[in-house]
């Protein structure tokens, strides 16, 4: 019997899934699931690499978005984590040096390798069920979920007094943000499978994980996915230009003042309540104390912030601060930048392809989780594996809408 190199392909990613997933968790299950990512991951590239000489793609060579953006991350971790370089932090910085490399080949590689429909569904079905069955193991072997549904929400705001479940991963936010991430994906196939009571399960389930991890980033993000989908969804009923200009910027103006008024103080009050407010005061004058402000402290990992030896650094649960803090100006405009392109690009045409829609709406999720932990593009969050090589498919691969992505339909 014949094994399709497509199956070959995504049951090695399903690999690396699982790999980042036992990464996560509290006690390994085998000895070293480091090893295993980055033989999972090498393997991958590789296979890809020979795929691409085997069928003599054309696009492989060939100019475009997907390649230049390529060669940028690579100049600009060759910037940020050798020209760069801080000396003191030289052992740390090699080891995220080597992180972000794999990290941006391996959502490069496979964001080209899903340049069709069929193969982005299969991408999206295989990363849902993967990251699902690995946390619903995961919590059954490591329960310390609270039983009683009535008490989860007021929970979740109790500050440092909270009771949080962590199932087995190493943080609680750790297993919130996985879940939180099944949720949006399964938003991509519930509408498109007769047995959507699969996900709705899934998706229930997973809404409890969040709730007893009481993660207040992914419960206020998957309030704002939901806002985003029923927004999405009325403005599909105005028909004027005008009109769903004015409905934007009312739904805008509301959005801001729930924020600015959930505490009596605004935004302060906002950042004391999410025990924030220390990322930015005490950190970013540390960075222009130490004249390190156009190319940051050094290439390392978010964690290797919190009281850094070197500079007495407090935590960076903002992706945003982190960038700034690592790379400094320069590389907080780079990424911006690509944020800013990410997101155009995702927006042109997206009324006409309804899953380049949801990958535009799960983008801007994402990006509102960055504010409150470090979970954009970066390696150590699982999620971001998914997220960013939908990201980069859907924008920097050429669309085709006659390939029949218009039946591919999404609601809540």
Known sequence: MKVKTETITFSIWCIVLISRILISLNNGLISSPLGLYYGSAII?????????????????????????WGVSFGVYLLLFGKIFANDSLKSLTSFTFNAMLVFYILVFFMAAYIDDEHKKTTFIKVSFWTFSLSVMLSSVLNWDGN???????????????????AFGFYHPNTVANIALCIILLSAYLIRNDKKRWRYIFVDAFMIYVILSAASRTALSALMFFIVLIIYDNLLKKIKGKNERIIFSVMLFAIV???IL?????????????????????????????????????????????????????????????YVLMSTGIIGLLFIITFMVYLGRKLFAGSEDVPMKRLTLIVFFVNVFSSLGETCFMYPS????????????AYACNKEDVELGLRKYEYSM
């Open 381 to 392: 969050f699982a999620s971001c594996f998914i997220y960013t090589t939908l990201y980069i």
């Open 147 to 165: 039983s009683q549904i009535s008490g989860l929400i007021s929970n979740v705001f109790k500050g440092y007094t909270r009771d949080r479940s």
């Open 256 to 258: 801001i003042l729930l």
């Open 261 to 321: 008024f959930s505490s009596k103080d605004g935004l302060d009050g906002l950042f004391k309540v999410s025990n924030r407010q220390y990322n930015f005061t005490y950190n970013i004058p540390i960075l222009n104390n130490n004249g390190r402000l156009m190319i940051g402290l050094g290439l390392i990992g978010s964690g290797e912030f919190y009281q850094l030896p070197q500079y007495h650094t407090f935590f960076v649960d903002n992706y945003f601060l």
């Open 44 to 68: 991958l590239i590789t296979w890809m690499i020979f795929l691409k000489i085997k069928n003599r793609n054309r696009r492989f060579i060939q100019i475009s978005p997907l390649l230049l």
